[in-house]
């Protein structure tokens, strides 16, 4: 379970890494599909600031760089990983800037994401829904739920 | 992680308490029946245990959330299952679901909220005023992340007052949610004098 501000990475075939209900979130998932090593994180907001030396995974410009290094500290190998990105919804259709969080995410997911030379191979991102990030490791399948619907492959 | 003394999270409560007090009378007079409010619950907790506190991550949940603004930045979070949301909307006499049921929680929270708001401003002295209210029925972790990711900020810690009202005479209820800014909390207390 990778919860809010949070982030795994794995390399034992069969584990699950979830993310459940991602709203305004991004969960994003990195992989080395030849070897079979993964990783999650479930990105809160775009940008620390600079906000301290904590190590705080909330932020995409802390979250994404750790995630690459956790996941080639599992034998995951730089060149050959790629990227999955789920979430960054408007939850609540209003037009606030401060709410519009979602779009903010998935820009600089995407920003770090191209910053460190991983390809975005799928994403199902923004619209006004939900959404539940499974990630399979070994096999290297990714599934995501919307609400209200049924579990689907991400290719 | 910021603790709070007991006495902290004490008055916290009571302000929660009166302001759900004050809250639960106007839904009373919108609904014209008594409500019952339940003890307020205040937690303090790092913001990837908030989620979980609220409930199942991906029950499905009808969300009424209100900015606050003025001398402290805040959500207002009314949470309500679909049975709460279809027997509300009943009393209502309108269906839940549609628009105008959309548009019927989103006046129980306009309501609700501004009450518990004028409560908790005239308890502290301080200005606050209400935003007006957007509603999303989607997964209960959507809804209450989305919330919580735009009040974070900086801080990793989550401050959650929690009040449920049950309408008599059904099984009608809500959750009455209130998420301050990251330094909020602490205004409220420095306001008590606490």
Known sequence: MVRMGELAASAVAGDVLVSLGLGSCIGLAVLDRRVGVAGLAHVVLPDSGGHGPQRSYKFADVAVPELIDRVVAHGGRRPLLDAVLVGGASMFAVTSAALEVGQRNEAAVRDQLAKAGVPVRAAETGGGRGRTIRVHVGASRITVREAGGVEREMQ | ?194
């Open chain 2, 1 to 194: 992680m910021t603790q709070y003394t007991d006495l902290q999270l004490d008055a916290l409560r009571e302000l929660a308490n009166v302001g759900s007090g004050t809250a639960s009378t106007a839904l009373s007079s919108m609904l014209g029946r008594s409500v019952d409010i339940s003890v307020p619950h205040a937690y303090v907790l790092p913001m990837a245990d908030a989620v979980a506190e609220v409930g199942d991550p991906e029950a499905d949940a009808t969300g009424v959330v209100l900015g606050v603004v003025g001398d402290m930045g805040a959500s207002v979070l009314l949470l309500f299952s679909p049975s709460d949301a279809a027997q509300m909307c009943a009393l209502l006499g309108v269906e839940a679901g549609t628009e105008i049921g959309d548009s019927a929680l989103m006046e129980i929270g306009n309501i609700m909220g501004a009450s518990y708001l004028t409560a908790l401003g005239m308890m502290t002295g301080m200005a606050l005023e209400p935003t007006p209210p957007a509603a999303a029925t989607d997964m209960l972790a959507a809804i209450v992340e989305t919330v919580l990711a735009e009040r974070a900020g900086a801080g990793d810690i989550a401050l959650l007052l929690d009040s449920q009202l049950a309408v008599e005479g059904s099984d009608a209820s809500v959750s009455f949610l209130l998420v301050p800014d990251a330094g909020g909390v602490d205004q409220l207390l420095a306001r008590l004098g606490l």
